[in-house]
Structure formats: C-alpha cells, structure tokens
C-alpha cells in the first residue's frame, strides 16, 4: 500500500514536472515565433506607420542589454536634427530590426536659440537641454536604442563655445543659460581667459596656427590646450558615456592641435576607467593636401577614427563620368593615398555637404546607386545620411522653433517636399542594402568586372552580388558572381522579393538591369525563404 501510495504520489510529481515542462516549452516556443515574426514583418518595411513617436519604455534587464558592436552591424545611420523621442521611437521599429548597428545624433548640449539647424553647433553649455529635447529623453533614448541593439554616437562640439555677436549684452540657450560675445559661459564654467586670444575668422589653411587659435566663422575658440578646458570637455563626455552613449562623432577637430585631442581622450579614459582605444572616436578633419601639415587626417589617426571626405567627393565626380573605368571609377576607391579601411568614416553626403557639394537626393537616382555602393563595398565605416528636404541652406528641421524640434514623421508620396523629413532608413533600397551588408560581411570583394560605360558588377565572397547601371540606358547582360545556384530576391528592387533573379550553377545571371537602377542579391534572401510582403515603403522618395 504504502509502495503504491509512493509510486502514485512519485508519477503525479513526474506528470506535474512534465506538464510544467510542456508549459515553458509553449511559452518559450510562443516567444520565438513572436519574435521571428516581428523580425520579419518589420524587416520586410512591413507597414511603417508614418508617425514616429515614442511608446517604448525598456526594462531594467534591457537597459543593461549590451550593443555589440560587430563587423555585421557596422552601418551608422545619421539622424540629422531628429528629436530623442523620435530617435528612440525608430531604433525599436526600424534601426534595430532592420540591422543598423549605431545612431549619429545631432549635438545634444544646449546651444543658443534659432529655428536654423547650425544653432546646434554653437554650444551655450553643456546642459544635456537642447532643441532635441530633454536629459530624460536622451536617456530615454539611449536605453531604448540600447535595448534594440543599437549604439548612440553623440555629435560632440568641443572646438568652440557660440559665435561671437556685436551689439554686446547677455544670451541665452534654448534653456536658459547665460552667455556672451567675450567668452561668459558660467553654466559651464567658462570666462575670457578660456578662449583663445586670436579673435579674427581663420585666413589661412596653410597656417596651422591660424587654423587651430583662430575662429572658425566667428565661433569662440576653446584654447583646448588648458588643463581646465579639457577638463571641463572630458566631464562633458564622460557624462554622456555614464548615460550610455557608445561614443563620438568629434566636430572640428582640423581646429584643435592633435596633443590637446588626445590629451582630452586620456582624461575621458582615467575619469571613466577604460582603455582609450575602447572609446569610439571619429573625428571630422576635411582633408585638403594644400593646407598645413599638422592639419591633414593622417596626423589624428592615433585618437580613433577620421573622416574620408574624399569618399563623398570621388563618389559625386564618378556618378557624374562614368563608375565603371577602370581608373577613374569606382574601383579606385580606396586607394594607396586614402586612410586604411579601418579608420575611415564614409558618406556619401552629410549635412554640410548636402547644402553644398556632393551627391544628395537633388542628384536623382545616383544618390541612390552610390549609397548601395557603399553598403556593399568594403571600404571604411559607411554612414546612411537621413535629414529633411529643404528649400534654403538655412533651413531648420520641419516644425523647428527657436528652442525646439518637434517629433518627425515620415512623408507618405515621394514628392521630396521642402519641410518634410526624408526618413532614408525607410527607403526599400536602404534597408535591402542594410540586410545586404550584414549578409556579406567578412567576405572579400571579387568577380569586378566593367560591363560597358557605367555599367559594372562585383561580388562579395559567394555571399553576395551587386550589379550598377548608372547609365541612362537599360544594359542586357550576362553577369558572372560566384554565387551558388538559386533563385534570389533583388533586395535593391523590391521589399517583398516580387523582383528576382535565377542564378546558374556556373553563378551566371542573365539580366537586363534598368537605367540608373541596380541588382542586389545574396544568400539570405532568396525566393524560397524570403518572409518579406511589402513591396515599396511609404517614404520611397521618386529620385526620377
Ligand atoms: C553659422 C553661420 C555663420 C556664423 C556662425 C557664427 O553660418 O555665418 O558666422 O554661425 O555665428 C555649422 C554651419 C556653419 C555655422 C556653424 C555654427 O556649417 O555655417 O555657422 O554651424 O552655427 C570647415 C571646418 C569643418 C566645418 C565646416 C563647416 O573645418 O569642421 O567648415 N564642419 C563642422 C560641422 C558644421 C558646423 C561646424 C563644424 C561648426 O559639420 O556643420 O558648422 O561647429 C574647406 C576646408 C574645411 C572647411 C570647408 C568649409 O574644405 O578644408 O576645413 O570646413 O572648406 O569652410
């Protein structure tokens, strides 16, 4: 009896623990499928709701959430004046499914009034309170992104303070701190005897002197040579990086002395207890062989990375010549005077270059065959620029007041109207040149082959393919990748794999590929396994 009564009591404990078992494995299983499909329906541009607002709070357990940040998921995307709010509400709808591995932010210290977007560049303090929105929103921001896998790099203006006015008389920032037009920042604290004396514009960029104690466009120069400034700049930092930040873009760092950057790299590495090289760093020097030495991009390599701007200007000659000669076209890209790979920041625009020079959507298609190039080639950290349209130079963000941004929210027809947001990370094309970056990464460029006047093609590894025409002709051809046998999704075509491509075991492709269009495959989009259903986003621009 007793045995029995055991027996019975041992099999109940047992059903009980299997059932129990069977519970977590609904549970856990449930969860999985969950999450593949909000992978795949977000992934896929899965109807994006235009209004990009924030909803997201994170957990504790995932606001500790490491970024990784690894070889597959080195894009930046550049969210130029995009308010906290909005910034966080994409990392967990598009940045973070979508495989964008870091978040440019515009400057998020305080900075003087004015709807203009560079009042962001003329800080006022170092008050986490700008036109962007408040410390709790840009911490709101970073453990969201965080959360969804994405690092925030914080625009750091650590050159100058605001520009020089006349008339006299105390400022204020868009929150409220006082300044004035002879170095008084007390928010900071800075007074006179922290700037450099040089108060004329610089004249001359052959004269690193001039370049690095005079003021850019009348903007009070820092003297960063001071212990106290480096100080004041690395307390600075280190609060951002206590908040979570992953690290810098540096502005204008041509205008401060190579010792006195990393010297304010080696305070921010003691007051924060990591090794310097751990801090990421890129840092914008406009390289121009004519001017000083001491000023080239080279000189700052040992403080991290630097901008390439030559990418962005050889880019915009060959898109407007011919990408596929052997020369002077796009395989040149890279070459024996360019910085190593692996310190080189590349865009095809920024904000200063898209008011100015450079390829931009203004350009049409091109702006769009380029940045595939860049998402698939092998050179230097790409940057995904996202802005605004915009009628003048001057032009603030959509909505923007003298002290604020409003949230944004991405356009619905195409037409590229000034004062809307652009929304690039929505494009079809970006983020099928996202997930083709990540699919092929590690593996090496091969197959090149020029195809006819810009026209051409290239492999990554057995991963992926890229072909280009950017010619106003469509261009019929036998394309040779070393991809296996398949059939496979154009990802720059179509979000939903309606346009694809069967690939023969040899890894010949018969095509004919539209002018000014391009075909992206690889291995992890093909029609079988594809889980993609939209096939155009919303915010698709019509480039012409
Ligand atoms: C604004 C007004 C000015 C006014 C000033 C002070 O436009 O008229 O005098 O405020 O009141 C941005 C805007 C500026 C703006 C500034 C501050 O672009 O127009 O000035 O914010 O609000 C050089 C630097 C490079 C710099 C470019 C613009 O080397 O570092 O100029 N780029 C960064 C940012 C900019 C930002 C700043 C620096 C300032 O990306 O957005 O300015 O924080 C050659 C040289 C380059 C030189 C280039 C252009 O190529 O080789 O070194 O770049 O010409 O001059």
């Not at 623990?17 to 494995?25: D, P, S, T």
């Not at 990392?91 to 203009?116: A, D, F, L, M, R």
């Not at 036998?478 to 059939?487: I, K």
Request: proline share 5%.
């Amino acid at each position: 009896m007793k045995s029995t009564t055991s027996k019975s009591n041992r099999r109940s404990k047992l059903y009980t623990l299997i059932a129990a078992l069977a519970v977590i494995a609904i549970v856990v299983a449930a969860g999985v499928v969950y999450g593949v499909y909000r992978w795949s329906s977000t992934s896929s541009g899965s109807n994006a709701s235009t209004a990009v607002t924030s909803t997201h709070t994170p957990t504790p357990s995932q606001e500790s959430a490491p970024v990784s940040p690894s070889a597959s998921k080195d894009v930046i995307l550049i969210a130029f004046q995009t308010n906290w709010r909005s910034v966080a509400a994409e990392c967990t709808k598009t940045y973070g499914p979508e495989g964008v591995g870091y978040v440019e932010v515009s400057p998020p210290q305080e900075s003087i009034q004015g709807s203009q977007w560079w009042t962001s560049y003329q800080p006022a303090s170092y008050r986490l309170d700008s036109k962007l929105g408040s410390e709790s929103d840009f911490t709101n921001m970073v453990s969201t992104c965080k959360a969804a896998g994405v690092g925030i790099i914080a625009d750091a203006v650590i050159n100058h303070m605001a520009g020089a006015y006349s008339g006299g008389g105390e400022r204020q920032g868009v929150s409220g701190s006082p300044y004035t037009a002879d170095g008084s920042f007390p928010a900071v604290p800075y007074s006179k005897e922290n700037f450099h004396t040089c108060t004329s514009n610089i004249m001359n960029y052959g004269n690193a002197s001039d370049v690095q104690n005079c003021r850019l466009d009348a903007l009070q120069d820092l003297d960063t040579s001071q212990p106290y400034v480096q100080d004041k700049i690395s307390d600075y930092l280190k609060h951002l990086l206590d908040l979570g930040v992953y690290g810098f873009r540096v502005d204008a760092v041509k205008h401060i002395a190579n010792a006195d950057v990393a010297a304010i790299k080696t305070r921010l590495a003691q007051k924060t207890g990591r090794p310097a090289q751990d801090i990421f760093f890129e840092q914008e020097v406009i390289g121009s062989p004519s001017e000083a030495k001491e000023i080239q991009p080279s000189v700052y390599l040992g403080n991290g990375k630097v901008s390439e701007f030559r990418y962005s200007s050889s880019l915009a000659k060959m898109f407007a010549d011919d990408i596929a000669d052997e020369d002077t076209g796009l395989k040149s890209i890279g070459g024996k005077y360019w910085l190593p790979t692996s310190k080189a920041a590349v865009w095809v625009t920024n904000w200063d270059t898209e008011r100015d020079r450079a390829l931009t959507y203004k350009s049409g298609p091109s702006y769009l065959l380029a940045n595939a190039f860049m998402l698939a080639y092998d050179y230097g950290q790409p940057h995904v620029y996202s802005g605004y349209y915009f009628a003048t130079k001057d032009d603030g963000a959509p909505g923007a007041t003298a002290t604020s941004v409003p949230d944004a929210s991405c356009p619905t027809d195409g037409s590229m109207q000034p004062g809307t947001w652009q929304c690039a990370q929505r494009w079809t094309a970006i983020r099928g040149m996202i997930g083709f970056r990540k699919a092929v990464s590690g593996q090496k460029v091969r197959d090149w082959k020029r195809y006819g006047q810009n026209v051409l093609g290239f492999s990554r590894g057995s991963a992926g393919y890229l072909a280009l025409n950017n010619s106003s002709k469509p261009s019929q051809q036998t394309f040779r990748s070393s991809l296996p046998a398949g059939e496979y999704c154009n990802v720059y075509a179509s979000g939903d794999c309606s346009q694809t491509i069967k690939v023969s075991r040899d890894g010949s492709f018969q095509a004919t590929l539209p002018a000014h269009s391009a075909i992206a495959l690889h291995t992890s989009a093909s029609k079988s396994t594809w889980k993609g259903t939209q096939s155009s986003d919303p915010s698709d621009p019509r480039l012409g």
